[in-house]
Protein backbone atom coordinates (compact mmCIF):
# COMPACT_ATOMS: atom_id res chain seq x y z
CA UNK A 1 0.00 0.00 0.00
CA UNK A 2 1.37 3.23 -0.73
CA UNK A 3 1.01 5.89 1.85
CA UNK A 4 0.22 9.42 0.07
CA UNK A 5 0.20 12.76 1.61
CA UNK A 6 -0.97 15.86 -0.23
CA UNK A 7 0.30 19.37 -0.37
CA UNK A 8 -2.86 21.80 -1.22
CA UNK A 9 -2.75 25.79 -1.42
CA UNK A 10 -6.07 26.89 -2.94
CA UNK A 11 -9.42 24.60 -4.08
CA UNK A 12 -8.14 21.17 -4.28
CA UNK A 13 -9.21 20.32 -7.25
CA UNK A 14 -6.19 18.00 -7.84
CA UNK A 15 -6.78 16.55 -4.20
CA UNK A 16 -10.22 16.07 -5.53
CA UNK A 17 -9.01 14.41 -8.60
CA UNK A 18 -6.83 11.87 -6.18
CA UNK A 19 -9.60 11.06 -3.77
CA UNK A 20 -12.34 10.34 -6.41
CA UNK A 21 -9.38 8.36 -8.48
CA UNK A 22 -8.48 6.25 -5.37
CA UNK A 23 -12.15 5.83 -4.28
CA UNK A 24 -13.49 4.52 -7.89
CA UNK A 25 -10.30 2.20 -8.70
CA UNK A 26 -8.26 3.84 -11.11
CA UNK A 27 -5.32 4.72 -8.14
CA UNK A 28 -5.11 1.16 -7.07
CA UNK A 29 -3.35 0.15 -3.68
CA UNK A 30 -3.09 3.82 -2.86
CA UNK A 31 -3.89 5.58 0.80
CA UNK A 32 -4.45 9.37 1.62
CA UNK A 33 -2.31 9.20 5.04
CA UNK A 34 -3.30 13.60 5.21
CA UNK A 35 -3.55 16.79 3.46
CA UNK A 36 -1.13 19.64 4.47
CA UNK A 37 -2.65 23.16 3.37
CA UNK A 38 -0.81 26.48 4.35
CA UNK A 39 -3.73 28.18 3.65
CA UNK A 40 -6.15 28.35 6.45
CA UNK A 41 -9.01 28.94 4.29
CA UNK A 42 -8.13 26.59 0.75
CA UNK A 43 -11.63 24.64 -0.02
CA UNK A 44 -8.91 22.08 -0.19
CA UNK A 45 -8.83 20.95 3.35
CA UNK A 46 -12.62 20.79 3.64
CA UNK A 47 -12.48 18.45 0.45
CA UNK A 48 -10.47 16.32 2.85
CA UNK A 49 -12.38 16.35 6.09
CA UNK A 50 -15.40 15.45 4.01
CA UNK A 51 -13.90 12.41 2.79
CA UNK A 52 -12.68 11.72 6.20
CA UNK A 53 -8.92 12.30 5.73
CA UNK A 54 -6.60 14.08 7.98
CA UNK A 55 -6.35 17.53 7.26
CA UNK A 56 -4.36 20.51 8.92
CA UNK A 57 -3.09 24.05 8.16
CA UNK A 58 0.26 25.04 8.43
CA UNK A 59 2.07 28.54 7.53
CA UNK A 60 5.15 29.82 7.28
CA UNK A 61 3.14 33.31 9.03
CA UNK A 62 2.54 31.25 12.05
CA UNK A 63 6.19 31.05 13.18
CA UNK A 64 8.60 33.54 13.92
CA UNK A 65 10.93 33.02 10.28
CA UNK A 66 11.45 30.31 7.77
CA UNK A 67 13.93 27.99 9.51
CA UNK A 68 11.25 27.18 12.09
CA UNK A 69 8.18 26.82 9.48
CA UNK A 70 10.54 24.44 7.73
CA UNK A 71 11.55 22.21 10.83
CA UNK A 72 7.38 22.22 12.01
CA UNK A 73 7.02 21.13 8.28
CA UNK A 74 9.29 18.59 8.25
CA UNK A 75 8.52 17.14 11.63
CA UNK A 76 4.70 17.08 10.52
CA UNK A 77 5.27 15.37 7.05
CA UNK A 78 7.20 12.84 8.90
CA UNK A 79 4.83 12.21 11.24
CA UNK A 80 2.69 10.56 8.73
CA UNK A 81 5.43 8.12 7.33
CA UNK A 82 4.29 9.03 3.61
CA UNK A 83 5.97 6.84 0.97
CA UNK A 84 4.90 9.81 -1.59
CA UNK A 85 4.59 13.33 -1.24
CA UNK A 86 1.85 14.79 -3.80
CA UNK A 87 2.41 18.52 -4.24
CA UNK A 88 -1.49 19.20 -5.56
CA UNK A 89 -1.19 23.38 -6.65
CA UNK A 90 0.86 23.75 -3.15
CA UNK A 91 2.59 27.43 -3.47
CA UNK A 92 5.32 27.39 -0.91
CA UNK A 93 8.91 26.42 -1.44
CA UNK A 94 9.94 22.86 -0.36
CA UNK A 95 12.81 23.13 2.04
CA UNK A 96 15.84 21.25 0.71
CA UNK A 97 16.22 19.36 4.13
CA UNK A 98 13.26 17.73 3.00
CA UNK A 99 14.20 16.96 -0.66
CA UNK A 100 16.97 15.28 0.91
CA UNK A 101 14.94 13.37 3.24
CA UNK A 102 12.77 12.22 0.43
CA UNK A 103 14.87 11.74 -2.60
CA UNK A 104 12.23 10.90 -5.81
CA UNK A 105 9.43 10.70 -3.63
CA UNK A 106 7.81 14.20 -4.25
CA UNK A 107 5.54 15.18 -7.34
CA UNK A 108 4.88 18.32 -8.30
CA UNK A 109 1.85 18.90 -11.13
CA UNK A 110 2.53 21.72 -13.07
CA UNK A 111 0.32 23.26 -15.67
CA UNK A 112 2.08 23.83 -18.49
CA UNK A 113 4.62 21.94 -20.86
CA UNK A 114 7.95 21.70 -18.78
CA UNK A 115 10.64 23.34 -19.71
CA UNK A 116 7.96 26.02 -21.33
CA UNK A 117 5.97 28.07 -18.96
CA UNK A 118 7.73 26.91 -15.46
CA UNK A 119 10.28 28.11 -12.35
CA UNK A 120 9.80 30.92 -10.19
CA UNK A 121 6.89 32.90 -10.65
CA UNK A 122 5.03 30.81 -12.81
CA UNK A 123 2.47 29.57 -10.63
CA UNK A 124 -1.21 29.80 -11.22
CA UNK A 125 -3.10 31.82 -13.74
CA UNK A 126 0.62 33.31 -14.52
CA UNK A 127 1.36 30.47 -16.53
CA UNK A 128 -1.76 31.03 -18.80
CA UNK A 129 -0.94 34.54 -19.06
CA UNK A 130 2.52 33.79 -20.41
CA UNK A 131 1.41 31.26 -22.83
CA UNK A 132 -1.78 33.15 -24.37
CA UNK A 133 1.04 36.33 -24.17
CA UNK A 134 3.58 34.02 -26.52
CA UNK A 135 0.98 32.77 -28.82
CA UNK A 136 1.63 29.24 -28.35
CA UNK A 137 -0.87 26.94 -29.46
CA UNK A 138 -0.47 23.70 -27.70
CA UNK A 139 0.20 23.74 -23.75
CA UNK A 140 -0.90 21.06 -21.05
CA UNK A 141 1.03 19.74 -17.74
CA UNK A 142 3.20 18.15 -16.48
CA UNK A 143 3.95 15.68 -13.41
CA UNK A 144 7.50 15.65 -12.25
CA UNK A 145 9.57 14.75 -9.23
CA UNK A 146 10.99 17.52 -6.42
CA UNK A 147 14.07 17.86 -7.21
CA UNK A 148 16.21 21.46 -5.35
CA UNK A 149 15.01 23.74 -8.35
CA UNK A 150 11.80 25.25 -9.12
CA UNK A 151 9.86 22.88 -11.77
CA UNK A 152 13.50 21.09 -12.99
CA UNK A 153 12.74 17.87 -11.67
CA UNK A 154 12.73 14.28 -14.03
CA UNK A 155 9.32 14.54 -15.64
CA UNK A 156 7.39 11.82 -15.35
CA UNK A 157 4.12 12.25 -17.27
CA UNK A 158 2.71 14.84 -20.06
CA UNK A 159 -0.36 16.24 -21.62
CA UNK A 160 -0.91 18.03 -24.42
CA UNK A 161 -4.14 20.51 -24.55
CA UNK A 162 -5.04 22.72 -27.61
CA UNK A 163 -5.07 26.51 -26.80
CA UNK A 164 -7.93 28.25 -28.96
CA UNK A 165 -7.80 31.42 -30.36
CA UNK A 166 -11.00 32.46 -28.10
CA UNK A 167 -9.12 31.37 -24.81
CA UNK A 168 -8.16 33.72 -21.77
CA UNK A 169 -6.39 32.92 -19.27
CA UNK A 170 -8.95 31.76 -16.86
CA UNK A 171 -10.49 29.47 -19.48
CA UNK A 172 -7.04 27.95 -20.47
CA UNK A 173 -6.43 27.06 -17.05
CA UNK A 174 -9.77 25.75 -16.55
CA UNK A 175 -9.14 23.29 -19.85
CA UNK A 176 -5.73 22.44 -18.65
CA UNK A 177 -6.85 20.80 -15.42
CA UNK A 178 -10.20 19.13 -16.66
CA UNK A 179 -8.22 17.65 -20.19
CA UNK A 180 -5.05 17.47 -18.17
CA UNK A 181 -4.01 17.93 -14.74
CA UNK A 182 -7.21 15.72 -13.22
CA UNK A 183 -5.78 12.90 -15.43
CA UNK A 184 -2.08 13.33 -15.02
CA UNK A 185 -2.09 13.41 -11.52
CA UNK A 186 -3.82 9.98 -10.56
CA UNK A 187 -2.53 8.40 -13.63
CA UNK A 188 1.48 9.18 -12.15
CA UNK A 189 0.41 8.09 -8.49
CA UNK A 190 -0.90 4.79 -9.69
CA UNK A 191 2.02 4.24 -11.67
CA UNK A 192 3.93 4.83 -8.56
CA UNK A 193 1.73 2.70 -6.37
CA UNK A 194 2.50 -0.51 -8.79
CA UNK A 195 6.22 -0.03 -9.08
CA UNK A 196 6.49 0.96 -12.55
CA UNK A 197 8.69 4.13 -12.58
CA UNK A 198 12.10 4.02 -11.59
CA UNK A 199 14.47 7.37 -11.45
CA UNK A 200 17.95 7.53 -12.72
CA UNK A 201 20.49 10.32 -14.06
CA UNK A 202 17.89 12.97 -13.65
CA UNK A 203 15.55 10.86 -15.68
CA UNK A 204 11.99 9.13 -14.87
CA UNK A 205 11.03 5.93 -16.65
CA UNK A 206 8.31 4.16 -16.69
CA UNK A 207 9.28 0.30 -16.83
C1 LIG B 1 -3.35 23.82 -10.63
O1 LIG B 1 -3.40 24.48 -11.85
C2 LIG B 1 -1.98 23.26 -10.44
O2 LIG B 1 -1.39 22.75 -11.58
C3 LIG B 1 -1.26 24.49 -10.01
O3 LIG B 1 -2.16 25.12 -9.12
C4 LIG B 1 -3.49 24.79 -9.47
C5 LIG B 1 -4.16 24.17 -8.27
O4 LIG B 1 -5.50 24.00 -8.41
N1 LIG B 1 0.05 24.21 -9.54
P1 LIG B 1 -6.32 23.15 -7.34
O5 LIG B 1 -6.06 23.72 -5.96
O6 LIG B 1 -5.88 21.72 -7.44
O7 LIG B 1 -7.76 23.33 -7.74
Not at 43 to 49: F, G, K, M, N, S
Amino acid sequence: MLNILVCVSGGGTNLQAVIDAVKDGRIRNTAIAGVISNNRSAYALQRARQNGIDAICLSPKDFPDRAAFNRAFLEKVDSYAPDLIVLAGFLVNIPPEMIRAYPNRIINIHPSLIPSFCGTGYYGLKVHEAALARGVKVTGATVHFVDEGTDTGPILLQKSVEVLPSDTPQSLQRRVMEEAEWLLLPEAIDLIAAGKVEVADGKARIV
